[in-house]
């Protein structure tokens, strides 16, 4: 039975019980796998509105991943890299090893890669230090911040009009991601929640309301 329409912000902000505020205006900072989403919402009476919001449907943790298997590839020489691309079955285990990488990193501040390649002969092996995966996301994760700038300024708000910051998708584990918005709005964004299931959590506690 559909009982109501929940936008995800709303879902988000319901999660952390932002609705028993009263009110306040809230930037949700939602960084998935593929897209990107930045809304401001404003709480009145408890209830929300979403005023502006942008995003980038191209934009997220794949573009991490790519970002990761270009650095392992430049560990390799020109040769090895096109026998290396030219299989699908190794591209997918790098992908597969950049991906691992990436997940060891938002909690590490480094990791080992280790992967042989059937067929070739060839391993590759690399440290890999979370400073240098964040040096290669920075111009991604910038992007993000620019979407920020253009929604406060679509909703004629400045940084400092913004209470509350909550993180949504999974990509928000990222820790430069969280430092950044820390920096950003001078205050730690709301990430105590997972990020992959706070949507979810939201409309649960708005349907249990109904």
Known sequence: DVLRII????AAALAYGLDRKGAGTILV????GGTFDVSILKLTEGVFKVIATTGNTALGGDDFDRALTALLLHELSDEERARVSASPTNRQLLKIAAEMAKKTLSSQE???????????ELRLKRKLLRSVYEDAIAPLVQQTLDAIEFVLDDADLDL???DEVVCVGGS???????????????KAPHTELNPD???AMGAAIQGGVL
């Open 7 to 10: 936008n995800e912000p709303t």
């Open 110 to 120: 480094d990791t080992v890669i280790n992967l042989e390649f059937p067929g070739m």
């Open 197 to 199: 299931e706070v949507v």
């Open 160 to 162: 400092e009009d913004i």
């Open 29 to 32: 900072y939602d960084l998935g």
């Open 172 to 186: 928000t584990r990222t820790p430069l991601v969280r430092k950044q918005l820390h920096d950003l709005f001078g």
